[in-house]
């Protein structure tokens, strides 16, 4: 991934109705949800919400489908693995960063 693109991803995602609605896609998984679902389980005006998935479709983050006369958005697994990876590529200089559930880590 390239840094403009992670930076891309990381302020479309640094906004709290974004944020929800991409962790909302996350939880639906695959089949993913169309606008009024979406727009019903976040209590977020129709309008409003257009504008935050097309902010997060142009980051890469989501995808849209059209089925029949709805659209259904999904998250990108795929870019948020890589954005994921990105972040942690060098992490704490090559170490195991995760520490078994009973201590802590020192990174």
Request: glycine share 6%; hydrophobic share 45%.
């Amino acid at each position: 991934m390239r840094e403009i693109d992670a930076v891309r991803s990381l302020a479309a995602l640094a906004q709290e109705v974004r944020l929800r609605v991409f962790r909302a896609l996350v939880v639906a998984g695959p089949r993913g949800l169309t606008p009024g679902a979406l727009a019903e389980q976040l209590e977020v005006a129709p309008n409003t919400l257009s504008f935050h998935l097309k902010e997060l479709t142009h980051a890469g983050l989501v995808t849209q489908e059209r089925q029949g006369r709805n659209l259904v958005y999904r998250a990108s697994f795929d870019a948020m693995n890589e954005l994921l990876g990105f972040l942690t590529e060098n992490c704490c200089e090559g170490a195991a960063c995760l520490a078994p559930a009973a201590t802590s880590c020192d990174c």
